[in-house]
């Protein structure tokens, strides 16, 4: 049975950067990252496979955020710099297997419960 858990968000201002984690238990091949706000769907963050690969971005996030995970394949990060107030949402840890490098929510098999960011601006 796979568990995700996010920790690492908050309340910060618009140009300020944050690291969020995911703790990741049992296997998995893929893990990404959504984001939501309320009323809107789900939106792919970022990506990446364990094997390796180049990950993938949403372009709204391209070069600002980073995705990397440790050698252990327990947990999963996401360096977020340059934050803008359009960051604000719950963010997801989510995770696959045998997707690939998917931005497709549906994909996901596992889900975290979110954790918030906001951004003032």
């Known amino acids: 049975q796979v568990q995700l858990v996010e920790s690492g968000g908050g309340f910060v201002q618009a140009g300020a950067s944050l690291r969020l984690s995911c703790v990741v238990s049992g296997r998995t091949e893929t893990v990404g990252w959504f984001r939501q706000t309320p009323g809107e769907e789900r939106e792919f963050v970022a990506a990446m496979t364990w094997i390796g690969g180049r990950p993938l971005y949403a372009d709204s996030v391209k070069g600002r955020f980073t995705i990397s995970g440790n050698s252990l394949r327990n947990t999963v990060f996401l360096q977020m710099i340059s934050l803008k107030p359009e960051d604000t949402a719950l963010y997801y840890c989510?995770?696959?297997?045998?997707?690939?490098?998917?931005?497709?929510?549906?994909?996901?098999?596992?889900w975290g419960p979110g954790t918030q960011v906001t951004v003032a601006s």
């Open positions: 989510a995770a696959g297997l045998g997707i690939g490098s998917s931005k497709r929510s549906p994909d996901y098999n596992y």
